[in-house]
């Protein structure tokens, strides 16, 4: 995030697309929710869903799967028609605004309409409650990253904030909500094929002596690695032969599982580290326990950027180890001894390598969490970012078009299916299925689908029907939901017994790899 | 802003125009008790335990909803302030079954803390009624009690102004009045989502976590502070710990959700304590995967990386770092493929 969760609070308008937060990040909800009955914000959501958060909107725009460049596109269109961009903002602190102005003018609110399916009037209605608030934060999730034009979508939204000069100021920004829990610190600390902690490039020579000095090696690997959702038709295709996992469940989790788990077939060598033995551990040749968070010491970095401790509740299981340690001893098995003694003495070498932590310390997160960049230990951490100036100077406007999403409902495949969490499980189940209350409230894969649809296809409420796509069909029980648009079914990915991702596609965005789980095409029959 | 003064307890105290008597007093390290008040909720001045004496006012006002103005003269303690006060607690006490000896919020109820302080005596009248108190015990999170409810409408406020559930509301005006879900359902039939706002916000033991039940109370747990392993809001946790067991989880009073949590942060930790937890290594062996000591597994998988390395480079190795592991092991997992391996194939699961 640009900002941070608590200025929610003081934004005057809030724009939510792709992202369903009452049920993912429900506390975050809360302070948009909070913004909303108690300081008058005037909330936008924008989903292919009638999400729960809808209630307490001022606009629910409903845009077909996959076509928020046209939404945002026509908004924009909107602002500059009607001079209620800022001038000024944009003037002082942006660069490219004439191109941004030459895509969007053909984005009129009839022409983005026709694309998105949002009536022109209400495209018009959002760009002015958006573009008229003295701060507007805009906050997105999944349902925007999760496609094809993923890269682009997020391009189009920081187009709109800093049209309205909505970027480097209080209760304002493109905020993202990180689905896990340390998706951010997994990022800032490297696991990424590209970059070292920090974000610094493993093709910068300069980087790479650095790391070579702290690290005591020489020739650290100079090319940019690949992505896991290309590691894994690589391995398909008998150009990678080791794997070593740590946390996750590919088999049920990847885009097109079926072919996720034919691939780990392939290896040579599979080590799978996890709490319980996933679908993903089945295919290993080893099995590493190790210990829950609850069970260790270490830091998390939330989706605000804010470093906080986990701490030690209980001790591991016997015959657990923490994740340090189990590298460690790995490391000095294959003859680069790791001697840390604690998790603190990593995070101390972290500090040192990594230029936006080297502020933070446990003693300091006594206190509570410390959002980075924090340079020094002098410094307080950075609320939100981009202050008086952008990274890189002038922010760049990237004007964008929308293109359609690689699979669209055809006649064989007459309805949208989108993916995603519920409010009751996470990710894959390995954790959340194995709390009572939680298996109470969400005890299986439901087929949501609207009403409209049900009834065209002879389906009750509860019917166990089969959903279909080019790849793969699962069997879940249907469930007819007021959320549901007609047009388009939702089905949660956290069930191994009915794994909605053996539908979806592995089409991937071009620039960052993410696959299309937001939008395939399916057919829906009654089991 | 301009600031004025008041005395409270015979000392001169500045203040903000705005600022209510009990922020005032709190500000200047005076403690006046409160039951129904709470942080991040309009104050509703319901419960009256806050109750001041202030020259020249009738009667004694309650000072989370009384505005401080320039020159009050304010006591806190007065005798007849800790009379009403009194008076207030023994009618919350004869108002339910306020058994202490089997209480679950025994050492942590505020109104137990605050007859003590006051010194009320068990009250004479207190006989439990011919009508049953109200008990919901058909959800597998939350248990109400309502023998030991004091309608100080904390929970609702915690539901519909912290979490803003709008879940449940104060029902059946009057003396029938009774904290009620949507069409006085129970919560698992209503529109509750669990988030457990309201068992945080009850001061006394009329809401429970069922979980807790019976499995130590507040002196007997150690609360250790953490971040929630869910999503990536990174809710802070209290979670109280008993003979190496975790009994319950809160939320904890900071940034970025000062007290809240969601249904998983609060009630989704079974999984740590849970009996088909992985507990030794496996390794495959004909095809199966056998239990083998740590050294084994270590020994083979260290040799195996090292002869495929050898034999295909570390080109054709990847390794996976994890969006639910430590900044701490991230960091030294993308070092050990980085360094050791001597590979780039690092990524984690931030895209699926
Ligand atoms: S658990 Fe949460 S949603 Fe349910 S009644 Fe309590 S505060 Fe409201
Ligand atoms: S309590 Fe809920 S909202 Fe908070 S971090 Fe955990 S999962 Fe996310």
């Not at chain 1, 070593?244 to 599982?257: C, F, H, K, Q």
């Not at chain 2, 807790?212 to 802070?236: F, I």
Request: net charge neutral.
């Amino acid at each position: 995030m640009t900002n941070s969760i608590g200025e929610l609070e003081d934004a005057e308008c809030i724009l939510v697309i792709g992202s369903n937060t009452n049920e993912n990040h429900p506390v975050v909800a809360a302070r948009i929710k909070r913004a909303v009955r108690f300081r008058g914000a005037n909330l936008i959501v924008a989903d292919p869903r009638r999400q729960d958060l809808v209630k307490f909107a001022k606009l629910y725009l409903r845009q077909y799967p996959g076509t928020d460049i046209a939404l945002i596109n026509g908004m924009m269109h909107v602002i500059i028609r009607d001079n209620l961009y800022d001038a000024a903002y944009v003037a002082e602190r942006t660069e490219n605004f004439e191109a941004l102005k030459q895509t969007v003018a053909a984005y009129t609110p009839e022409r983005a309409s026709q694309i998105s399916g949002v009536p022109a009037a209400d495209i018009e209605a959002a760009a002015r409650l958006y573009a008229q608030a003295r701060v507007a934060s805009i906050v997105y999730c999944m349902g925007i990253t999760q496609h094809t034009v993923g890269t682009d979508n997020v391009k189009t939204l920081a187009n709109l904030a800093m049209l309205c000069g909505n970027v480097g100021v209080w209760g304002g920004g493109v905020n993202p909500l990180r689905g896990q829990n340390n998706v951010q610190g997994a990022c800032d600390m490297g696991g990424l094929p590209n970059v070292f902690s920090g974000y610094q490039p493993v093709t910068d020579e300069a980087a790479r002596k650095k790391m070579e000095a702290a690290w005591g090696v020489s020739s650290l690997p100079a090319w940019v690695g690949k992505t896991m959702t290309d590691m894994v038709p690589a391995i398909g295709a008998g150009e990678m032969k080791a794997l070593y996992i740590i946390g996750e469940n590919p088999a049920l989790s990847d885009p097109d599982a079926d072919h996720a788990i034919k691939a780990m077939q392939k290896l040579e060598l599979l080590v799978v580290q996890d709490i319980f033995l996933t679908e993903t551990g089945k295919l290993a040749h080893v099995v590493l326990p190790a210990a829950t968070s609850y069970e260790k010491d270490g830091t998390f970095t939330n989706t605000e950027r804010r470093v906080a401790r986990v701490r030690r509740c209980v001790p591991p299981l016997p015959g657990c180890k923490p994740d340090w340690q189990i590298i460690s001893e790995l490391s000095t098995r294959m003859g680069y001894p790791m001697t840390y003694a604690s998790p603190e003495e990593i995070f101390e070498e972290i500090r040192k390598v990594t230029p936006s932590y080297a502020g933070i310390t446990y003693q300091r997160l006594e206190a509570g969490g410390i959002q980075w960049p924090c340079p020094t230990e002098e410094h307080p951490g950075t609320v939100f970012l981009h202050k008086d100036r952008f990274a890189r100077g002038l922010g760049m406007f990237f004007p964008v078009e929308h293109k359609d999403p690689a699979e669209m409902p055809d006649a064989d495949y007459p309805l949208y299916l989108t993916t995603g969490r519920l409010l009751y499980q996470y990710h894959t189940g390995t954790m959340s299925r194995r709390a009572p209350g939680l298996v109470e409230k969400a005890p299986e894969c439901r087929v949501e689908m609207a009403a409209a649809d049900a009834q065209r296809l002879g389906i009750a409420d509860g019917d166990r029907v089969r959903v279909r796509s080019r790849r793969g069909e699962i069997i879940a029980r249907a469930q007819i939901s007021p959320k549901a648009v007609a047009g388009t079914v939702f089905i949660p990915f956290h069930f191994a017994e009915a794994a909605a991702n053996k539908l979806t596609n592995a089409a991937l965005d071009p620039v960052c790899r993410i696959p299309e789980y937001k939008v395939c095409a399916v057919q829906v029959q009654k089991a | 802003m301009a600031e004025t003064t008041l005395t409270l307890n015979g000392q001169t105290v500045a203040f903000q125009p705005g600022q209510t008597i009990l922020e005032v007093a709190r500000g200047a390290g005076v403690e006046i008790p409160t039951l129904c008040w709470m942080k991040d909720t309009l104050p509703t001045g319901s419960c009256r335990v806050c109750v001041v004496e202030v020259e020249g006012a009738r009667t004694l006002l309650p000072a989370c909803a009384t505005q401080a103005a320039a020159n009050q003269v304010i006591m806190t303690e007065s005798p007849r302030v800790a009379a009403a006060r009194r008076m207030v607690l023994e009618l919350a006490l004869a108002s339910g079954n306020h058994n202490c000896l089997i209480c679950e919020a025994n050492g942590e109820c505020e109104l137990q803390a605050l007859a003590y302080r006051y010194q009320v005596p068990f009250p004479a009248f207190a006989t439990p009624p011919d009508q049953p108190y109200y008990f919901e015990d058909n959800n597998s999170m939350i248990v109400r009690d309502f023998s030991k409810c004091i309608m100080c409408g904390r929970c609702v406020r915690g539901c519909c102004e912290r979490q803003v559930n709008d879940a449940i509301a104060i029902g059946y005006r009057g003396s029938h009045n009774k904290i009620v879900a949507k069409a006085d359902k129970t919560y698992i039939e209503s529109d509750c989502v669990f988030c457990g706002e309201c068992v945080q916000s009850c001061p006394v033991g009329a809401l429970l976590d069922k979980n807790a039940l019976g499995r130590g109370r507040a002196w007997e747990r150690t609360p250790v502070r953490t971040t929630c392993p869910y999503c990536g809001v990174g809710c802070q946790l209290e979670v109280q710990v008993k003979d190496d067991r975790i009994v319950k989880i809160s939320g904890a009073d900071l940034e970025p959700n000062h007290g809240r949590l969601c249904v998983k942060g609060r009630f989704g930790w079974h999984y740590v304590h849970h009996p088909e937890r992985l507990t030794t290594p496996l390794l495959r062996k004909n095809g199966e995967l056998t239990p083998v000591s740590w050294e084994e597994a270590l020994d083979f998988v260290a040799g195996r990386l090292k002869d495929l390395k050898e034999k295909y480079g570390p080109e054709q190795i990847g390794g996976w770092c994890s969006a639910r592991i430590t900044n701490e092991e991230n960091y030294l997992m993308q070092k050990f493929m980085r360094a050791v391996i001597g590979t780039n194939h690092v990524d984690h699961c931030a895209r699926l």
